[in-house]
Protein backbone atom coordinates (compact mmCIF):
# COMPACT_ATOMS: atom_id res chain seq x y z
CA UNK A 1 0.00 0.00 0.00
CA UNK A 2 1.16 3.26 -1.04
CA UNK A 3 1.15 5.85 1.84
CA UNK A 4 1.41 10.21 1.54
CA UNK A 5 1.92 11.75 5.09
CA UNK A 6 0.64 15.52 4.23
CA UNK A 7 2.86 17.56 7.27
CA UNK A 8 5.99 15.72 8.51
CA UNK A 9 5.22 17.50 11.40
CA UNK A 10 4.58 16.42 15.37
CA UNK A 11 2.15 14.27 14.58
CA UNK A 12 2.36 12.99 10.68
CA UNK A 13 6.54 13.56 11.13
CA UNK A 14 6.37 10.58 14.13
CA UNK A 15 3.27 8.45 12.95
CA UNK A 16 4.97 8.37 9.10
CA UNK A 17 8.49 7.62 10.53
CA UNK A 18 6.97 4.57 12.55
CA UNK A 19 5.19 3.35 9.50
CA UNK A 20 8.42 3.52 7.38
CA UNK A 21 10.20 2.37 9.88
CA UNK A 22 8.13 -0.86 9.95
CA UNK A 23 8.68 -1.44 6.34
CA UNK A 24 5.29 0.30 4.85
CA UNK A 25 6.00 2.00 1.63
CA UNK A 26 5.19 5.71 2.80
CA UNK A 27 6.08 8.98 0.90
CA UNK A 28 6.08 12.36 2.84
CA UNK A 29 3.99 15.74 1.08
CA UNK A 30 6.38 18.60 2.35
CA UNK A 31 6.84 21.89 1.77
CA UNK A 32 10.50 22.01 1.91
CA UNK A 33 12.02 18.81 0.51
CA UNK A 34 13.96 17.26 3.19
CA UNK A 35 14.94 13.14 2.98
CA UNK A 36 15.54 13.48 6.69
CA UNK A 37 13.28 12.72 9.50
CA UNK A 38 14.43 12.42 13.30
CA UNK A 39 12.35 11.21 16.21
CA UNK A 40 13.34 11.32 19.64
CA UNK A 41 10.86 9.11 21.42
CA UNK A 42 9.86 7.43 24.85
CA UNK A 43 9.75 4.35 22.86
CA UNK A 44 12.93 4.58 21.05
CA UNK A 45 14.60 7.22 18.32
CA UNK A 46 14.69 6.79 15.48
CA UNK A 47 17.09 8.24 12.23
CA UNK A 48 15.39 7.73 9.29
CA UNK A 49 15.79 8.42 5.63
CA UNK A 50 12.77 8.73 3.68
CA UNK A 51 10.87 9.71 0.35
CA UNK A 52 9.46 13.32 0.19
CA UNK A 53 7.44 15.45 -2.96
CA UNK A 54 6.38 18.96 -2.65
CA UNK A 55 2.82 20.48 -4.02
CA UNK A 56 2.65 19.83 -7.86
CA UNK A 57 5.44 16.89 -8.31
CA UNK A 58 3.78 14.43 -10.24
CA UNK A 59 3.63 11.27 -9.30
CA UNK A 60 0.59 8.45 -8.90
CA UNK A 61 -2.35 8.44 -6.93
CA UNK A 62 -1.80 7.21 -3.44
CA UNK A 63 -3.94 4.77 -1.73
CA UNK A 64 -3.78 6.34 1.79
CA UNK A 65 -3.30 10.03 2.49
CA UNK A 66 -3.09 10.53 6.15
CA UNK A 67 -3.54 14.36 6.80
CA UNK A 68 -1.47 15.55 9.89
CA UNK A 69 -1.70 19.21 8.66
CA UNK A 70 -3.22 22.16 11.26
CA UNK A 71 -6.22 23.24 10.86
CA UNK A 72 -5.69 26.34 9.57
CA UNK A 73 -3.50 24.95 6.90
CA UNK A 74 -6.36 22.22 5.93
CA UNK A 75 -7.81 24.44 2.83
CA UNK A 76 -4.30 24.26 1.06
CA UNK A 77 -2.96 20.81 2.11
CA UNK A 78 -7.24 19.76 0.16
CA UNK A 79 -5.95 21.84 -2.89
CA UNK A 80 -2.25 19.76 -2.62
CA UNK A 81 -3.15 16.85 -2.63
CA UNK A 82 -5.86 16.74 -4.87
CA UNK A 83 -3.39 15.39 -8.00
CA UNK A 84 -2.77 12.20 -5.96
CA UNK A 85 -5.96 11.48 -4.67
CA UNK A 86 -7.72 8.47 -7.94
CA UNK A 87 -10.96 6.58 -7.59
CA UNK A 88 -8.97 4.02 -5.09
CA UNK A 89 -7.46 6.43 -2.58
CA UNK A 90 -8.37 6.37 0.90
CA UNK A 91 -8.13 10.02 3.28
CA UNK A 92 -7.61 9.36 6.67
CA UNK A 93 -7.38 12.87 9.19
CA UNK A 94 -5.80 12.21 11.92
CA UNK A 95 -6.53 16.30 13.23
CA UNK A 96 -8.06 17.20 16.34
CA UNK A 97 -11.43 18.77 16.26
CA UNK A 98 -14.55 17.17 14.35
CA UNK A 99 -15.78 19.98 11.44
CA UNK A 100 -12.70 19.31 9.21
CA UNK A 101 -13.98 15.67 8.29
CA UNK A 102 -17.10 17.60 6.74
CA UNK A 103 -14.83 19.60 4.56
CA UNK A 104 -12.65 16.57 3.11
CA UNK A 105 -15.90 14.71 2.76
CA UNK A 106 -17.44 18.13 0.20
CA UNK A 107 -13.54 17.03 -1.83
CA UNK A 108 -12.89 13.62 -1.66
CA UNK A 109 -14.08 10.42 -2.36
CA UNK A 110 -13.51 8.03 0.56
CA UNK A 111 -12.43 9.68 3.75
CA UNK A 112 -12.17 8.07 7.26
CA UNK A 113 -12.99 9.07 10.56
CA UNK A 114 -9.73 9.16 12.70
CA UNK A 115 -8.20 10.94 15.40
CA UNK A 116 -4.49 10.14 17.97
CA UNK A 117 -3.00 10.67 21.11
CA UNK A 118 0.30 11.65 20.94
CA UNK A 119 2.47 14.04 22.77
CA UNK A 120 5.00 15.11 20.80
CA UNK A 121 6.50 18.58 19.39
CA UNK A 122 8.82 20.16 16.67
CA UNK A 123 12.10 20.37 18.16
CA UNK A 124 14.79 23.44 17.75
CA UNK A 125 16.71 21.51 15.09
CA UNK A 126 13.00 20.05 12.97
CA UNK A 127 13.20 16.51 15.18
CA UNK A 128 10.14 15.12 16.38
CA UNK A 129 9.96 14.68 20.22
CA UNK A 130 7.45 12.62 22.12
CA UNK A 131 7.31 12.79 25.34
CA UNK A 132 4.63 10.55 27.23
CA UNK A 133 4.06 6.79 26.28
CA UNK A 134 0.15 7.00 24.53
CA UNK A 135 0.95 6.74 20.73
CA UNK A 136 -2.44 5.46 19.29
CA UNK A 137 -4.63 5.98 16.08
CA UNK A 138 -8.24 5.35 16.09
CA UNK A 139 -10.23 5.24 13.33
CA UNK A 140 -13.26 4.07 11.13
CA UNK A 141 -15.58 4.03 8.31
CA UNK A 142 -17.71 7.80 9.46
CA UNK A 143 -20.71 5.35 8.80
CA UNK A 144 -19.74 2.19 10.85
CA UNK A 145 -19.54 -0.19 8.68
CA UNK A 146 -16.78 -2.30 8.25
CA UNK A 147 -14.46 -2.11 4.78
CA UNK A 148 -11.76 -4.33 3.28
CA UNK A 149 -10.34 -0.48 3.10
CA UNK A 150 -10.08 0.24 6.45
CA UNK A 151 -9.45 -3.47 7.01
CA UNK A 152 -6.22 -3.22 5.29
CA UNK A 153 -5.11 -0.13 6.70
CA UNK A 154 -5.39 -1.44 10.04
CA UNK A 155 -3.11 -4.70 8.79
CA UNK A 156 -0.57 -1.77 8.39
CA UNK A 157 -0.95 0.03 11.15
CA UNK A 158 -0.87 -3.55 13.14
CA UNK A 159 2.65 -3.90 11.81
CA UNK A 160 4.37 -0.18 13.02
CA UNK A 161 5.29 0.40 16.78
CA UNK A 162 2.18 2.47 17.60
CA UNK A 163 -1.15 1.09 19.17
CA UNK A 164 -3.94 1.44 16.51
CA UNK A 165 -7.47 1.02 16.47
CA UNK A 166 -10.36 0.14 14.13
CA UNK A 167 -13.52 1.19 15.70
CA UNK A 168 -17.47 0.91 14.22
CA UNK A 169 -18.02 4.36 15.91
CA UNK A 170 -15.81 7.05 14.65
CA UNK A 171 -17.84 9.76 15.16
CA UNK A 172 -18.39 9.26 18.83
CA UNK A 173 -14.30 8.68 19.20
CA UNK A 174 -13.96 11.23 17.31
CA UNK A 175 -16.28 13.79 19.59
CA UNK A 176 -14.92 12.20 22.65
CA UNK A 177 -11.11 13.64 21.50
CA UNK A 178 -12.51 16.75 20.89
CA UNK A 179 -14.23 17.51 24.08
CA UNK A 180 -10.77 16.49 25.79
CA UNK A 181 -8.59 18.26 23.71
CA UNK A 182 -10.85 21.55 23.94
CA UNK A 183 -10.71 21.30 27.74
CA UNK A 184 -7.28 20.44 28.02
CA UNK A 185 -5.73 22.89 25.09
CA UNK A 186 -7.94 25.66 27.08
CA UNK A 187 -7.17 25.06 30.24
CA UNK A 188 -3.38 24.63 29.72
CA UNK A 189 -3.56 27.44 27.49
CA UNK A 190 -5.20 29.83 30.27
CA UNK A 191 -3.18 28.36 33.33
CA UNK A 192 -0.08 28.85 31.03
CA UNK A 193 1.09 25.47 32.11
CA UNK A 194 1.35 21.42 32.35
CA UNK A 195 -1.82 19.66 33.69
CA UNK A 196 0.54 18.15 36.82
CA UNK A 197 1.06 22.12 37.91
CA UNK A 198 -2.97 23.05 37.39
CA UNK A 199 -4.05 20.04 39.12
CA UNK A 200 -1.69 20.85 42.36
CA UNK A 201 -3.55 24.02 42.33
CA UNK A 202 -6.56 25.11 44.51
CA UNK A 203 -9.11 25.02 41.93
CA UNK A 204 -7.62 23.41 38.90
CA UNK A 205 -8.97 19.84 38.49
CA UNK A 206 -12.47 21.98 39.59
CA UNK A 207 -12.23 24.41 36.52
CA UNK A 208 -11.04 21.66 34.41
CA UNK A 209 -13.99 19.51 34.95
CA UNK A 210 -16.36 22.57 35.37
CA UNK A 211 -15.47 23.32 31.29
CA UNK A 212 -15.41 19.49 30.71
CA UNK A 213 -18.87 19.31 31.72
CA UNK A 214 -19.76 23.24 29.79
CA UNK A 215 -18.05 21.41 26.53
CA UNK A 216 -20.30 18.02 26.87
CA UNK A 217 -23.30 19.79 27.06
CA UNK A 218 -22.39 21.78 23.83
CA UNK A 219 -21.08 18.48 22.40
CA UNK A 220 -24.38 16.15 23.30
CA UNK A 221 -26.84 18.80 20.43
CA UNK A 222 -24.92 16.90 17.81
CA UNK A 223 -26.06 13.77 19.13
CA UNK A 224 -23.06 12.06 20.92
CA UNK A 225 -23.01 10.63 24.05
CA UNK A 226 -19.38 11.72 25.18
CA UNK A 227 -17.19 10.75 28.79
CA UNK A 228 -17.94 11.94 31.38
CA UNK A 229 -16.16 15.23 32.68
CA UNK A 230 -14.54 12.47 35.76
CA UNK A 231 -13.25 9.83 32.90
CA UNK A 232 -11.94 13.16 30.84
CA UNK A 233 -9.96 13.72 34.01
CA UNK A 234 -8.51 10.41 34.62
CA UNK A 235 -7.64 10.63 30.94
CA UNK A 236 -5.49 14.17 31.04
CA UNK A 237 -4.39 12.59 34.56
CA UNK A 238 -2.99 9.15 33.03
CA UNK A 239 -0.74 11.47 30.83
CA UNK A 240 1.58 12.87 33.55
CA UNK A 241 1.91 16.15 35.48
CA UNK A 242 4.28 17.48 32.42
CA UNK A 243 1.61 16.80 29.83
CA UNK A 244 0.43 20.32 28.10
CA UNK A 245 -1.73 20.19 24.85
CA UNK A 246 0.39 20.77 21.29
CA UNK A 247 -1.66 24.32 21.58
CA UNK A 248 0.21 25.17 24.76
CA UNK A 249 3.72 24.13 22.89
CA UNK A 250 2.80 26.35 19.59
CA UNK A 251 2.01 29.89 21.48
CA UNK A 252 5.16 29.32 23.69
CA UNK A 253 6.60 29.15 19.95
CA UNK A 254 4.25 32.11 19.10
CA UNK A 255 2.95 29.96 16.86
CA UNK A 256 -0.80 30.19 15.81
CA UNK A 257 -3.37 28.31 17.39
CA UNK A 258 -6.29 25.89 16.47
CA UNK A 259 -8.68 27.54 18.36
CA UNK A 260 -11.87 28.52 15.98
CA UNK A 261 -11.66 25.19 14.60
CA UNK A 262 -11.13 23.83 18.26
CA UNK A 263 -13.23 26.37 21.00
CA UNK A 264 -14.95 28.50 18.42
CA UNK A 265 -16.70 25.99 16.28
CA UNK A 266 -18.26 24.87 19.85
CA UNK A 267 -18.99 28.45 21.02
CA UNK A 268 -20.77 28.75 17.53
CA UNK A 269 -22.93 25.48 18.28
CA UNK A 270 -23.48 26.35 21.83
CA UNK A 271 -24.63 30.17 20.56
CA UNK A 272 -27.06 28.28 18.13
CA UNK A 273 -28.77 26.30 20.90
CA UNK A 274 -28.74 28.95 23.51
CA UNK A 275 -26.41 26.93 25.92
CA UNK A 276 -24.63 29.09 28.74
CA UNK A 277 -20.72 28.35 28.49
CA UNK A 278 -18.89 31.06 30.55
CA UNK A 279 -15.74 29.08 30.50
CA UNK A 280 -15.75 28.13 27.34
CA UNK A 281 -16.41 31.79 26.23
CA UNK A 282 -13.48 33.20 28.25
CA UNK A 283 -10.87 30.43 27.24
CA UNK A 284 -11.76 31.26 23.46
CA UNK A 285 -11.65 34.75 23.74
CA UNK A 286 -8.32 34.64 25.43
CA UNK A 287 -7.32 32.83 22.58
CA UNK A 288 -8.34 35.35 20.34
CA UNK A 289 -6.41 37.96 21.81
CA UNK A 290 -3.35 36.07 21.87
CA UNK A 291 -4.17 35.82 18.06
CA UNK A 292 -4.10 39.59 17.65
CA UNK A 293 -1.19 40.50 19.73
CA UNK A 294 0.93 37.95 18.42
CA UNK A 295 0.17 39.51 14.66
CA UNK A 296 0.71 43.03 16.36
N1 LIG B 1 1.24 17.59 18.51
C1 LIG B 1 0.44 16.85 19.20
O1 LIG B 1 0.82 16.41 20.30
C2 LIG B 1 -0.92 16.48 18.68
C3 LIG B 1 -1.51 17.17 17.63
N2 LIG B 1 -2.76 16.76 17.17
C4 LIG B 1 -3.40 17.44 16.06
O2 LIG B 1 -2.75 17.00 14.85
C5 LIG B 1 -2.79 18.04 13.87
C6 LIG B 1 -1.37 18.33 13.42
O3 LIG B 1 -0.69 18.89 14.53
P1 LIG B 1 0.89 18.87 14.68
O4 LIG B 1 1.47 17.68 14.06
O5 LIG B 1 1.15 19.15 16.10
O6 LIG B 1 1.28 20.16 13.83
P2 LIG B 1 2.74 20.57 13.34
O7 LIG B 1 2.70 22.04 13.16
O8 LIG B 1 3.76 19.96 14.20
O9 LIG B 1 2.85 19.86 11.92
C7 LIG B 1 2.04 20.21 10.86
C8 LIG B 1 2.87 20.08 9.61
O10 LIG B 1 2.03 20.31 8.50
C9 LIG B 1 2.83 20.90 7.52
N3 LIG B 1 2.01 21.49 6.47
C10 LIG B 1 1.13 22.51 6.54
N4 LIG B 1 0.56 22.72 5.35
C11 LIG B 1 1.09 21.82 4.50
C12 LIG B 1 0.91 21.55 3.13
N5 LIG B 1 0.05 22.23 2.38
N6 LIG B 1 1.63 20.55 2.57
C13 LIG B 1 2.51 19.83 3.30
N7 LIG B 1 2.74 20.05 4.62
C14 LIG B 1 2.02 21.03 5.20
C15 LIG B 1 3.67 21.90 8.27
O11 LIG B 1 4.77 22.19 7.46
P3 LIG B 1 5.80 23.41 7.70
O12 LIG B 1 6.88 22.76 8.53
O13 LIG B 1 6.21 23.74 6.33
O14 LIG B 1 5.06 24.48 8.43
C16 LIG B 1 4.02 21.09 9.53
O15 LIG B 1 5.22 20.40 9.36
C17 LIG B 1 -3.49 19.22 14.55
O16 LIG B 1 -4.87 19.21 14.24
C18 LIG B 1 -3.28 18.96 16.05
O17 LIG B 1 -4.28 19.55 16.86
C19 LIG B 1 -3.38 15.66 17.68
C20 LIG B 1 -2.83 14.97 18.71
C21 LIG B 1 -1.59 15.34 19.32
C1 LIG C 1 -3.55 16.16 24.57
C2 LIG C 1 -2.87 15.57 23.39
C3 LIG C 1 -1.38 15.58 23.61
C4 LIG C 1 -3.31 14.14 23.28
O1 LIG C 1 -3.06 13.59 22.05
C5 LIG C 1 -3.27 16.34 22.15
O2 LIG C 1 -4.07 15.90 21.35
C6 LIG C 1 -2.73 17.69 21.86
O3 LIG C 1 -2.06 18.26 22.71
O4 LIG C 1 -3.00 18.20 20.75
Known amino acids: MRVLVVGKGAVGGYFGGRLHDSGADVTF ?37 IMSTKAYHLKQAIEDIAPYVGENTTVLPLLNGYYHLAQLQERFPHVLGGLCFIESTIGPNGEIIQTSKRHDIIFGEIDGQKSDKAQKISDLFSKAQFKSVL ?130
Not at 38 to 65: A, C, N, R, W, Y
Not at 247 to 261: C, I, Q, S, V, Y
Open 167 to 296: TDDVKTAMWNKYVFITALSGITTIMYTSMGSIQESPYGTELFRDLLAEINAVAETEGVQVYSPEKNVEIATAMGPKMKASMLRDMEKGLPTEADHLQGELMKLAEKHGISVPLLKMTYNRLRIYEVERLG
Open 29 to 65: LVRRKTDDLQVQSVHGDMTLKIKSIVSGEQVEPFDLI
